[in-house]
């Protein structure tokens, strides 16, 4: 009986060790931290388009604006009115060109992650779309063409103005046709 009594005193014990590591809070940082996962392209017939798939960390979970109320107002106007940004990189005689488009740019806002307060630490993944038109083309690095190798910078910013980390897409062709 004394065996049997050690044996589930044991038992007990790592399944209560267990059970109070599985509640322990993961230990994120304020700024988020964020991760390319992949992209994907689609040739839309004169507004093409990508989404590209980061995953992100991020300890109070404050990630997202609404696009009305108090996400319109100081401290979400200016720089601060989008919550992601982006830059796309055009590949040209082997070297990587910034472009800046005569158009659009692409920044956005994706909604809050959550509807009510954020619960804590949290992780996940989020989708960014971006319209790459082909009627605005033009830009700082020349005109961009059919099967351009083309890539994305990425940082997104929380509620309380922490600003990622930068990530980076993989290279990838675009067709522009019309």
Known sequence: MGKRTSLLTIIFLALGGFMVSCLTPPSYNSTPEIAFLKVSYFDNKGNDSCITTISFKDKEGDLGLASIGSDTSKPYKGDYYFNYWSEMYVKKKGEWKKVIFTGPAFYGRFAPIYKEKPPGPVNGEIDLTFTIPN???QST????AARDTVKFTIQIVDRALHVSNLVE???FRINLNN
Do not use: D, V
Request: hydrophobic share 30%; charged share 0%.
């Open 141 to 144: 690095a020349g005109q961009i």
């Open 135 to 137: 009627t605005t083309l």
């Open 169 to 171: 897409t993989n290279p």
